[in-house]
């Protein structure tokens, strides 16, 4: 994320974007050809090396929107991807009653390569002379600031925690069907594109610490929800009311592009995105043996982590200084890209 980040500052946007997107190309087909297990470590590889140009992703949606609508737009954007696995689960398991599984990589290549064709038809973003020569690492310089790195990367955890281990949960505990789980796994995909939008869209007109607080209170709702009623009936709302807890991270991201004064365009989410990265990777590690512990175990702690970033950001002011180019900025329009690649550990 950090070498992406000053990559982002020195070259055009959207050529970023496309280089990042066909490095993913081969993944799928390194898959097709694989005899066994370790001959996909490298298509996994590189399929999450293509996630360097995640900073230029989040700069062209702040240079292509105005001030007064970053929250909608990086919400409406983010969504794409969790709307792409509503379907996808139902879709997969229906193809693999036509086809193997090595002709499911192919089609995955193939719808690959149409979005990363898409991409060619989005407005360039031309780097400003000032952010190409900016190489340096670009830290918190206020409270405010390290309170959303200190929210990103605690949210990070408190979701890695608990999310991979939800399937696990409704398995073991409920008993449910793999079928089943796959049907829940959309409900709360759709949860994550919902709360994407409609948080986005409030933070806009409302306080955004306040908005990302809610988020995070209705993600503990459902995970707390989902421990306690142990029910099929209840679990369905309840894991679209958890699949909020993401969408408090997208707002995040819009507060990154217009609270600091000086800030290039995208050095400032290399050093946040990496740190968050890093709680993704030390949660899912730490949810494995909190699981083995008891089911619930890891849940609770994702709760009260849940509950406690919710706390910080709602008591912290983040407020956005207005700004002579807003109106200017208001003009570009973004360019919605439906992501049909499998994200990179959790933040596509």
Known sequence: MIPGGILANK?????LLVIGWAMSLPAPLLYYY?????????GIILLQASGFNIPAFNAYIAGASGRNRTGSNFGVVWASAPLGFVFSPAVGGLLLTWISIRGIFLLSFGLFTISTVVL?????QPSSPKDARAYRLEVPKSLPEATLLLFLTGTSVAFSIASPFVPLFFHDVLILSPSTIQGLGSIQALGQTAFAILLGRRADVRSRGETMALGLVVSATGLAG???TRNLLFAFPLVFLFGSSRASSYIAYSILAIIRSGATRAGQYGFYLTLENS???????LGGLLYSIGPGTGFLVSIVLFLLMALIAG???FKVKDSSDASSASKSQAVLVVVTRAPAIGTR
Do not use: C, H, N, Q
């Not at 709680?279 to 590690?285: D, E, F, K, M, T």
């Open 34 to 42: 694989a005899k066994t297990w370790t001959d996909v470590l490298p």
């Open 120 to 124: 060619f038809w989005m407005r360039t």
């Open 11 to 15: 070259y055009e946007l959207r050529t």
């Open 226 to 228: 989902i421990v306690l």
């Open 315 to 317: 008591v912290t002011s």
């Open 279 to 285: 709680g993704l990777i030390a949660g899912s590690y």
